[in-house]
């Protein structure tokens, strides 16, 4: 009977250190999941970026090819950042107002730089020559404050872990 007394007193506060240790594994598996958690978050707002970069790409592609006749006004003009929430100027979408090829180019422009601004944080597009390629027309769409024609150079696209860019190429 000695022997049970001595055996139950040696066996107290085990159960409450059990406890302990179990909440701290909890602990360290609930913060593992929630960094978890929150790098799927950054990594799909950045699959979303992209999806958004290549749709605004297509759009200038497809807007170029309807007005071959302003390819080097595309390619030439000064692109400027749009500005989120503000319309651009002008309109070459009303029936009633006929709209040059030039104006059409000055509103794609407008209204792709629009477009950049408002489906991208700090977006901007552009399209130009492609520097490793003087056989294609590079369009190229960037965001977080990512300057775009520094996204590629005479060697390629320059494309890293933590590139902002999507360049799209258009065979002339």
Do not use: H
Not at 140 to 147: A, K
């Amino acid at each position: 009977m000695i022997n049970q007394l001595s055996y139950r007193a040696s066996q107290r506060g085990v159960g409450m250190l059990e406890v302990l240790i179990a909440l701290l594994v909890l602990a360290v598996g609930v913060l593992g999941f929630a960094g978890l958690q929150m790098t799927a978050l950054s990594k799909s707002d950045e699959a979303n970026y992209r999806a958004a970069a290549v749709l605004i790409a297509q759009d200038a592609i497809e807007r170029f090819e309807l007005n071959p006749s302003e390819r080097n006004t595309y390619l030439t003009n000064g692109w400027t950042a749009g500005t989120a929430g503000a319309t651009p100027n002008g309109s070459c979408i009303n029936p009633d107002e006929a709209c040059s090829s030039a104006q059409m180019a000055a509103w794609d422009i407008a209204q792709l730089s629009w477009q950049a601004a408002n489906l991208l944080p700090a977006g901007r597009v552009m399209a130009s020559d492609c520097e490793f390629n003087n056989q294609l027309v590079c369009v190229i769409v960037s965001w977080d404050e990512q300057d775009p024609a520094a996204c590629m150079d005479n060697n390629g696209l320059l494309v890293d872990e933590d590139s902002r860019c999507f360049v799209m190429e258009i065979a002339r």
